[in-house]
């Protein structure tokens, strides 16, 4: 018999609904019923793609017996960290504060008032490694709370006032500047792995928004070391396991620090994040590779992630069925070179062996091979095309990985952003469509009439979980994006609704921000994280679509607020650089200006194109008629004998109007260039 998880509109949660265990979702009557039956809530959290979650839940949860005791000595909360990141953000603190780490699954005990008191993340059913059982955690908690219900109580209260000690009051002490950028650099280059790419050892995230900062310290300032870094990065990732070879797209993580094996699930924030960034590259450099992983990201979240409401899901699983129909980790993925041989023939098996790194000993498990490109050198690309293409299919017929069809707004928001440039840049107007169509989803289900958003919707229903503020800035950052692109000024209001509620609902008195609005429900605390992990957090991307927003405006509230909030990338970016590289990018954007360029004359024109193209950080785009009211940067600039002609502005100075894209690209290359 299903339980209370069978409505949700999770596919985490949904994955529970036919448990033993009687879950319920993160709700009042949840702690009602806790407090009724005086007993702890026992809170597991974690999300669709999580390999962990799963191994967890068909140990434990799936377990009649252990459900059967959760059930009479727990009440049982489940929570979709992607549903409710806030819920997540204050007890992970919590138990990060307690253990020195944290992860998902994340296991913690509650008291009926909300308070934790105990956690955990992963529990095997049987002790090993030092890790009790799941069983030996659930029986002394139990016990704990059944005869040491002060020490509870006291633990509990505790650790909420250690949290409540946490609160940032203000953004910091004034702006980051000249200094603050160089020492972040400096910090980037000791944690630079020279030989592999990428910052720190094993396992090694891709360092998305720590590249976009590369990319505009160097057009702002010229520093060769930046752009080696960046370039270096994208093309070991591009050429490791983390990238998918065949498909296109990226997976979350490498386990190693050489980029050879991934953790497999494929995540939208990573795919978005990391195909603006090679766009990016590309527009730096003119970087062929960077091109095409640009395009084969894009790619890749149209054809895997699209929803048919025109959303883009949220991640494929890692795990799917192999040959014998058993779960594994990768198996859709990776081969041996039997395999290679039964779809491609003896000889281009050889040829593609030798291509994609594929050995008899295998680079991942039982002998199997992650596909790579470890060799730079130039090969037969027709044949290399043709390989790639027959693996491909043959690929399409093996079990795919599951995928969570949750529609996240700030995720969307990323994608949107990464789809609208990409196809700009490379005269793919159906990425810019796939962007609008995406846009338009998030207007019409995600947006009420008073432009408060949802966080998230599944198969064109709207969930039940106010947004967070990096929904607000990611999604005013993707509208904004499309609005330089698009020329629809539709965009840059509808950007503007968002930011404002940034400013009257996240933002506090010293220019501090909070994950929450002011009316959100209230948790045993505000949450509160400016720092940039897998994605921009809210505070810094918020700061950049406010920074975006002044500028397209002239808007003084926006800048102010805008300022304020990038005080605390004073403090973090030369401390905490990698944890900070979307502030760090925004904190770019504003020693430059960011520069404003109004074009006058046609949408797509070349003059409209070279200012896309420009490589100043953060630079804002409006383009068409400048008898519209559409966007305030076209008022009273009309084109110069009838041509289409550009305005390029900068810290209230203005360069003369120009006809000449040549003169335009000189201006927009960045200071450093």
Same mark, same amino acid.
């Not at 016990?143 to 000690?165: F, G, K, N, P, Y």
């Not at 954007?589 to 200012?611: F, I, K, S």
């Given at each position: 018999?299903?339980?209370?998880?069978?409505?949700?509109?999770?596919?985490?949660?949904?994955?529970?609904?036919?448990?033993?265990?009687?879950?319920?979702?993160?709700?009042?009557?949840?702690?009602?019923?806790?407090?009724?039956?005086?007993?702890?809530?026992?809170?597991?959290?974690?999300?669709?793609?999580?390999?962990?979650?799963?191994?967890?839940?068909?140990?434990?949860?799936?377990?009649?017996?252990?459900?059967?005791?959760?059930?009479?000595?727990?009440?049982?909360?489940?929570?979709?960290?992607?549903?409710?990141?806030?819920?997540?953000?204050?007890?992970?603190?919590?138990?990060?504060?307690?253990?020195?780490?944290?992860?998902?699954?994340?296991?913690?005990?509650?008291?009926?008032?909300?308070?934790?008191?105990?956690?955990?993340?992963?529990?095997?059913?049987?002790?090993?490694?030092?890790?009790?059982?799941?069983?030996?955690?659930?029986?002394?908690?139990?016990?704990?709370?059944?005869?040491?219900?002060?020490?509870?109580?006291?633990?509990?209260?505790?650790?909420?006032?250690?949290?409540?000690?946490?609160?940032?009051?203000?953004?910091?002490?004034?702006?980051?500047?000249?200094?603050?950028?160089?020492?972040?650099?400096?910090?980037?280059? /000791?944690?630079?792995?020279?030989?592999?790419?990428?910052?720190?050892?094993?396992?090694?995230?891709?360092?998305?928004?720590?590249?976009?900062?590369?990319?505009?310290?160097?057009?702002?300032?010229?520093?060769?070391?930046?752009?080696?870094?960046?370039?270096?990065?994208?093309?070991?990732?591009?050429?490791?396991?983390?990238?998918?070879?065949?498909?296109?797209?990226?997976? /979350?993580?490498?386990?190693?620090?050489?980029?050879?094996?991934?953790?497999?699930?494929?995540?939208?924030?990573?795919?978005?994040?990391?195909?603006?960034?090679?766009?990016?590259?590309?527009?730096?450099?003119?970087?062929?590779?960077?091109?095409?992983?640009?395009?084969?990201?894009?790619?890749?979240?149209?054809?895997?992630?699209?929803?048919?409401?025109?959303?883009?899901?949220?991640?494929?699983?890692?795990?799917?069925?192999?040959?014998?129909?058993?779960?594994? @980790?990768?198996?859709?993925?990776?081969?041996?070179?039997?395999?290679?041989? @039964?779809?491609?023939?003896?000889?281009?098996?050889?040829?593609?062996?030798?291509?994609?790194?594929?050995?008899?000993?295998?680079?991942?498990?039982?002998?199997?091979?992650?596909?790579?490109?470890?060799?730079?050198?130039?090969?037969?690309?027709?044949?290399?095309?043709?390989?790639?293409?027959?693996?491909?299919?043959?690929? @399409?017929?093996?079990?795919?990985?599951?995928?969570?069809?949750?529609?996240?707004?700030?995720?969307?928001?990323?994608?949107?952003?990464?789809?609208?440039?990409?196809?700009?840049?490379?005269?793919?107007?159906?990425?810019?469509?796939?962007?609008?169509?995406?846009?338009?989803?998030?207007?019409?289900?995600?947006?009420?009439?008073?432009? /408060?958003?949802?966080?998230?919707?599944?198969?064109?229903?709207?969930?039940?979980?106010?947004?967070?503020?990096?929904?607000?800035?990611?999604?005013? @950052?993707?509208?904004?994006?499309?609005?330089?692109?698009?020329?629809?000024?539709?965009?840059?209001?509808?950007?503007?609704?968002?930011?404002?509620?940034?400013?009257?609902?996240?933002?506090?008195?010293?220019?501090?921000?909070?994950?929450?609005?002011?009316?959100?429900?209230?948790?045993?605390?505000?949450?509160?994280?400016?720092?940039?992990?897998?994605?921009?957090?809210?505070?810094?991307?918020?700061?950049?679509?406010?920074?975006?927003?002044?500028?397209?405006?002239?808007?003084?509230?926006?800048?102010?607020?805008?300022?304020?909030?990038?005080?605390?990338?004073?403090?973090?970016?030369?401390?905490?650089?990698?944890?900070?590289?979307?502030?760090?990018?925004?904190?770019?954007?504003?020693?430059?200006?960011?520069?404003?360029?109004?074009?006058?004359?046609?949408?797509?024109?070349?003059?409209?194109?070279?200012?896309?193209?420009?490589?100043?950080?953060?630079?804002?785009?409006?383009?068409?008629?400048?008898?519209?009211?559409?966007?305030?940067?076209?008022?009273?600039?009309?084109?110069?004998?009838?041509?289409?002609?550009?305005?390029?502005?900068?810290?209230?100075?203005?360069?003369?109007?120009?006809?000449?894209?040549?003169?335009?690209?000189?201006?927009?290359?960045?200071?450093?260039?």
């Amino acid at each position: 018999m299903p339980n209370r998880l069978a409505h949700a509109t999770s596919p985490y949660l949904l994955q529970h609904a036919d448990n033993p265990v009687d879950w319920w979702p993160w709700e009042p009557a949840a702690f009602e019923e806790a407090r009724r039956r005086d007993v702890p809530v026992l809170l597991s959290v974690g999300y669709s793609a999580c390999h962990w979650c799963h191994v967890m839940a068909h140990e434990s949860f799936e377990d009649d017996a252990t459900a059967a005791y959760m059930n009479e000595h727990f009440v049982n909360v489940k929570v979709d960290r992607e549903e409710r990141p806030d819920v997540d953000a204050v007890y992970m603190e919590a138990v990060q504060a307690a253990t020195g780490q944290g992860g998902w699954p994340m296991t913690v005990f509650l008291t009926a008032d909300a308070e934790p008191f105990y956690f955990g993340t992963y529990f095997p059913p049987e002790s090993r490694q030092g890790l009790p059982s799941f069983r030996q955690v659930l029986e002394g908690v139990a016990a704990a709370w059944t005869d040491r219900r002060e020490e509870v109580a006291e633990v509990a209260s505790r650790i909420v006032h250690d949290l409540s000690e946490r609160t940032l009051t203000q953004g910091g002490e004034g702006l980051p500047g000249e200094s603050e950028l160089a020492q972040a650099l400096l910090g980037l280059t /000791r944690e630079y792995d020279e030989k592999h790419g990428g910052f720190g050892g094993a396992p090694k995230f891709p360092p998305s928004m720590t590249i976009e900062f590369l990319l505009r310290h160097h057009a702002r300032t010229g520093a060769d070391g930046a752009l080696q870094m960046a370039a270096d990065t994208c093309e070991a990732m591009a050429r490791g396991g983390i990238y998918d070879q065949l498909g296109g797209g990226f997976a /979350r993580y490498a386990v190693d620090r050489e980029w050879v094996v991934p953790h497999f699930e494929k995540m939208l924030y990573d795919n978005a994040l990391l195909c603006r960034v090679y766009a990016h590259l590309w527009r730096s450099t003119g970087s062929e590779l960077a091109r095409r992983v640009a395009l084969e990201t894009a790619d890749f979240m149209v054809r895997e992630l699209r929803t048919a409401e025109g959303g883009f899901a949220s991640a494929l699983d890692a795990d799917s069925e192999d040959a014998n129909g058993k779960h594994v @980790e990768g198996a859709y993925y990776v081969w041996t070179p039997a395999q290679l041989r @039964e779809v491609l023939g003896e000889e281009d098996a050889v040829f593609a062996a030798e291509l994609f790194g594929v050995t008899d000993e295998g680079t991942f498990e039982e002998g199997s091979s992650v596909l790579r490109l470890p060799s730079a050198d130039a090969t037969d690309e027709a044949r290399a095309a043709d390989v790639r293409a027959r693996l491909l299919a043959a690929r @399409e017929l093996r079990a795919r990985p599951g995928r969570d069809d949750k529609v996240v707004a700030a995720w969307n928001g990323l994608a949107i952003a990464a789809l609208a440039e990409t196809g700009a840049y490379f005269d793919r107007p159906d990425l810019i469509e796939r962007a609008t169509e995406a846009a338009d989803l998030l207007v019409r289900l995600h947006m009420g009439p008073v432009a /408060r958003l949802v966080r998230t919707s599944k198969d064109g229903r709207a969930g039940e979980h106010a947004g967070v503020l990096e929904d607000y800035g990611d999604v005013a @950052e993707g509208f904004l994006a499309l609005a330089a692109v698009t020329g629809e000024g539709a965009w840059l209001e509808f950007a503007g609704f968002l930011t404002d509620i940034v400013l009257q609902h996240f933002t506090g008195d010293g220019g501090q921000l909070y994950d929450t609005a002011d009316d959100a429900e209230q948790l045993i605390r505000r949450p509160q994280d400016p720092t940039d992990s897998a994605t921009p957090a809210g505070w810094t991307a918020a700061a950049g679509a406010l920074l975006s927003y002044a500028a397209y405006t002239g808007s003084e509230p926006h800048r102010t607020a805008a300022e304020g909030a990038l005080g605390v990338v004073k403090a973090l970016g030369p401390r905490a650089p990698r944890f900070t590289g979307w502030g760090l990018a925004v904190a770019e954007a504003l020693l430059d200006g960011p520069r404003e360029v109004a074009v006058a004359g046609p949408v797509g024109g070349v003059l409209h194109r070279t200012a896309l193209l420009g490589r100043a950080p953060g630079a804002v785009v409006a383009a068409g008629e400048t008898a519209g009211t559409e966007f305030p940067l076209l008022a009273d600039r009309p084109m110069v004998d009838g041509a289409p002609t550009a305005y390029v502005c900068r810290h209230f100075v203005c360069d003369a109007p120009t006809t000449d894209p040549e003169v335009l690209a000189d201006a927009l290359r960045g200071s450093g260039a």
